[in-house]
């Protein structure tokens, strides 16, 4: 598992800490690997989700840091959305 895969369930956790999120999510970031993530919080693993969302390094960094929407990123065609969109939807405003 990749030192940005670590940092990022970090800061995913304190993100999505106390948000109302069901269903289950999978962040794949390109050469890095995967992050899980469901109502109990974020974790490093590759298993069927409701949702895959897709980016580099540097988008999933900008979204996680608040530089980037995530709306935008996938409007851009910097992340790609696989699955169940108002899962996505829902995962976006837990990150905003």
Avoid: C, Y
């Amino acid at each position: 598992m990749s030192e940005i895969v670590n940092e990022a369930v970090v800061a995913l956790n304190e993100k999505l800490s106390g948000a109302d999120f069901g269903g289950t999510a999978k962040f794949d970031i390109a050469g890095e690997g995967s992050i899980m993530m469901d109502s109990t919080g974020a974790r490093a693993g590759d298993e069927p989700a409701d949702v895959t969302l897709t980016a580099d390094v540097d988008t999933f960094r900008a979204i996680l840091e608040g530089e980037t929407n995530p709306t935008s990123a996938f409007m851009t065609g910097k992340l790609s959305v696989d699955g169940d969109m108002g899962m996505a939807m829902q995962l976006a405003s837990a990150l905003a």
